[in-house]
C-alpha cells in the first residue's frame, strides 16, 4: 500500500509566536549511532569553541554535520547546559554534582541544592547506550527553554556516565523530543510536558540544520511551529506510523534504476542521527551504485572531484520523490592538511522491527528538508530547505 501524503499549502503556522532556540556546531565526522533507543556513540571528535550560553534567542550548534546542540536552563536561578536536541529518544537528563567521573567532571554539573525551586523525586534511571550504561536518579524543576519555563519538570541526574562521547562532547546532556512511548521509566518527554502546560499555541516543533561547516549558528530548533524563512514551496506531509519514534511509511529508495525499500519499508526520523542508515544488504547495493570505496565497516569514500557526476538518490512518499544530489549525501573532511576526503552519507544498521526494513533519515536528509514534526496531527512535514 502507498503511503498516504498530503500537501499543504502553508501560511498559518509560521513565525510569530515561535520559540527559536539556536543550534551550535562543533567536532568532525566520528559519529557512529547503533539501534538501541536514545543512541549515542562512543567516537566524537570536538575542535570548535563552546556556544555562548544564555544568549535569547538561543541556537544550535552543528556537530560538524554530525550533532546539533543548544542550551537549556535548570532551577532557580539557572543553571545552563548544552543538550543535544534529539528526535530519537524521549528523556532528558544531564551531569549531577554528585557525579565525579571524567565525563562529568568536563561538563556542566546540574546542583540542586543551589535551585529553590528543585523537588526531590529519587527514583533511579538507567539509560543504555551502545557505549554502556548511564545511571542516576531523578529529580524535579524548573526547565527553561528560551522563553519557555516548564513548572515541576522530571530530569535525569547522570552520576556515571560511559564511554569517550560524554567525557569529550561539548554537550552536556540530552533532550529528548520523541513520544512517550520510548521513554525510560515512562517519564513525561519535555515536549509532552510543555503541550501539558499549554505554553505553546501549536503543538509542532521544527528543525532547519544549517549544513555549511562554516555557519555559525548551526541552525534552528523553533517551538510552536515553522519558519517559511527556511524552506521553499510546501511541506508534504506523512502520518506517523508508530507513535514511539518518529516513524512513518516510506515507499521506495531510488539510485537510477536499482529500486531499494521494494514494497515500503518504515523510516525514522532523527536528529539525533547524523547519517541516513538502511538495512545492511540494501546499503551494500547503493553504495555500489554510487560508485563508493569502503574503508573501514560503515564508513565508504567518493572521489571529491566527482561530486556532481554522482547518481540522485531519492526517498518516495507517496507520488512524492525527495531528492539527494552528490554534493547533499555526502561530507567533506579534512584527513590531513593537505589532503581532502568526502565520505559517504549512508551507513549499514539492521534493526529489528515489527513493522518491516527500517531506515534512518538522519541530519543529511534534515539538512536538505527542513523538518516539521507535528504532534497535533500526528505527522511528518517536509519541504526544501532554502
Known amino acids: 500500500m502507498q503511503t498516504q501524503v498530503y500537501i499543504v499549502l502553508t501560511c498559518a503556522v509560521l513565525c510569530c509566536g515561535l520559540e527559536r532556540i539556536k543550534l551550535w556546531k562543533t567536532g568532525s565526522y566520528q559519529r557512529r549511532t547503533n539501534c538501541t533507543p536514545n543512541a549515542v556513540s562512543n567516537d566524537i571528535v570536538l575542535t570548535d569553541p563552546e556556544p555562548p550560553n544564555g544568549t535569547t534567542p538561543e541556537g544550535l550548534k552543528n556537530f560538524m554535520d554530525v550533532q546539533y546542540y543548544g542550551v537549556i536552563s535548570l532551577g532557580t536561578p539557572p543553571q545552563d547546559f548544552n543538550v543535544i536536541f534529539d528526535t530519537g529518544s524521549s528523556n532528558l537528563w544531564v551531569p549531577s554534582v554528585k557525579c565525579d567521573g571524567t565525563a562529568c567532571a568536563n561538563h556542566h554539573r546540574y546542583n540542586h541544592s543551589r535551585s529553590l525551586s528543585y523537588k526531590a523525586d529519587g527514583r533511579p534511571l538507567k539509560i543504555t547506550y551502545g557505549s554502556g550504561s548511564l545511571s542516576g536518579f531523578l529529580s524535579q524543576d524548573a526547565i527553561t527553554i528560551g522563553s519557555i519555563v516548564i513548572k515541576n519538570g522530571t530530569f535525569g541526574e547522570a552520576t556515571n556516565e560511559p564511554g569517550s562521547a560524554f567525557a569529550t562532547g561539548k554537550f552536556d546532556g540530552i533532550l529528548g523530543l520523541a513520544y512517550p512511548q520510548i521513554a525510560v521509566d515512562h517519564i513525561r ?154 565520505l559517504v552519507g549512508f551507513m549499514p544498521m539492521d534493526i529489528p522491527n515489527p513493522r518491516g526494513p527500517l531506515w534512518i533519515l538522519g541530519d543529511v536528509f534534515i539538512g536538505q528538508y527542513y523538518t516539521e514534526f507535528d504532534r497535533g496531527n500526528n505527522r511528518v512535514g517536509f519541504a526544501r530547505a532554502k
Not at 508508530?242 to 521506495?252: E, S
Not at 566527482?306 to 538518490?313: A, C, E, H
Request: one cysteine or more.
Open 189 to 342: 518527554p519535555v515536549f509532552d510536558m510543555i503541550m501539558d502546560q499549554n505554553l505553546v499555541d501549536n503543538n509542532v516543533f521544527s528543525f532547519y540544520l544549517d549544513r555549511d561547516p562554516a555557519a555559525a549558528p548551526g541552525g534552528e530548533l523553533l517551538l510552536g511551529g515553522s519558519d517559511p524563512a527556511y524552506y521553499t514551496g510546501n511541506f508534504t506531509y506523512i502520518p506517523v506510523s508508530y507513535q514511539g519514534y518518529w516513524q512513518i511509511n516510506m515507499d521506495g529508495v531510488h539510485v537510477g534504476p536499482l529500486k531499494l525499500c521494494a514494497g515500503g519499508c518504515q523510516a525514522i526520523v532523527d536528529t539525533g542521527t547524523s547519517l541516513i542508515a538502511g538495512p545492511s544488504e540494501e546499503i551494500v547495493k547503493l553504495q555500489a551504485a554510487i560508485g563508493s570505496q569502503q574503508i573501514s565497516p560503515g564508513q565508504f569514500l567518493v572521489d571529491c572531484g566527482k561530486l556532481d557526476s554522482l547518481p540522485v538518490v531519492s526517498f518516495r512518499f507517496g507520488d512524492k520523490l525527495f531528492n539527494l544530489t552528490g554534493q547533499e549525501y555526502t561530507l567533506k573532511e579534512q584527513a590531513n592538511p593537505t589532503t581532502q576526503v568526502c
